[in-house]
Antibody
Framework: QVHLVESGGGLVRPGGSLRLSCAVS????????MTWIRQAPGKGLEWLSCISPAGLTTFYADSVKGRFTISRDNTNNSLSLLISSLRADDTAVYYC???????????????WGQGTLVIVSS | EIVLTQSPGTLSLSPGESATLSCRASQSVPTNYLAWYQQKPGQAPRLLIF???RRATGIPDRFSGSGSGTDFTLTISRLEPEDFAVYYCQQYGSSPPNTFGQGTKLEIK
């Protein structure tokens, strides 16, 4: 059974950094693109970043390029998102998700974690 | 970057009725790679439809998707109480970012 579990969220001061993690199980992690998506309180879904199966190719939304860094550890079946220079508008639930199809970024997202809440406040 | 615009923002209907949700793209979505997700409060989104019209595993046949190019529709027939939620479209046919629409809230009338 496929499981994705995010962790690392919490209360952070503006300007600080945070690393979010997503632990996965139930599928061959190294075969799939993985994606981070966030949702600010009461708002819609915002696609943030995705990473290729081997970790060699990454994509970012323009809104987070330069501040967010996606990475993965295929040995430990783990996905990460490093967020730096945190701002109040980064406050959101952050989800990791798996592509439906392996080996391609041109895929919908079929499995999602439950999300981890990041609150940026002084 | 393809921008997706969903309408209406909110749709008020009664159980048993049919719902029609629209998703319009700022440019043609390659290969009609358009997906629909359902999200209930406090839950992660769930994939309903992909490839504009293919139902994901376990999705009831009262959910159907149609459209091509820039105009896509999610139709939910015979609304059940559990169908009242927020629905998002997403395109994944162009190089990422694989943008989402802003969502349509389907509420009980």
């Amino acid at each position: 059974q496929v499981h994705l579990v995010e962790s690392g969220g919490g209360l952070v001061r503006p300007g600080g950094s945070l690393r979010l993690s997503c632990a996965v199980s139930g599928f061959t992690f190294s075969d799939y693109y993985m994606t981070w998506i966030r949702q600010a309180p009461g708002k819609g879904l915002e696609w943030l970043s995705c990473i290729s199966p081997a970790g060699l190719t990454t994509f970012y939304a323009d809104s987070v390029k330069g501040r967010f860094t996606i990475s993965r550890d295929n040995t430990n079946n783990s996905l990460s998102l490093l967020i730096s220079s945190l701002r109040a508008d980064d406050t959101a639930v952050y989800y990791c998700a798996r592509a439906l199809y392996d080996a391609t970024a041109y895929s919908p997202l079929d499995y999602w974690g439950q999300g981890t809440l990041v609150i940026v406040s002084s | 970057e393809i921008v997706l615009t969903q309408s209406p923002g909110t749709l008020s209907l009664s159980p048993g009725e049919s719902a029609t949700l629209s998703c319009r793209a700022s440019q043609s979505v390659p290969t009609n790679y358009l997906a629909w997700y359902q999200q209930k409060p406090g839950q992660a989104p769930r994939l309903l439809i992909f490839g504009a019209s293919r139902r994901a595993t376990g999705i009831p046949d009262r959910f159907s998707g149609s459209g091509s190019g820039t105009d896509f529709t999610l139709t939910i027939s015979r609304l059940e109480p559990e169908d009242f939620a927020v629905y998002y479209c997403q395109q994944y046919g162009s190089s990422p970012p694989n943008t989402f629409g802003q969502g349509t809230k389907l509420e009980i009338k």
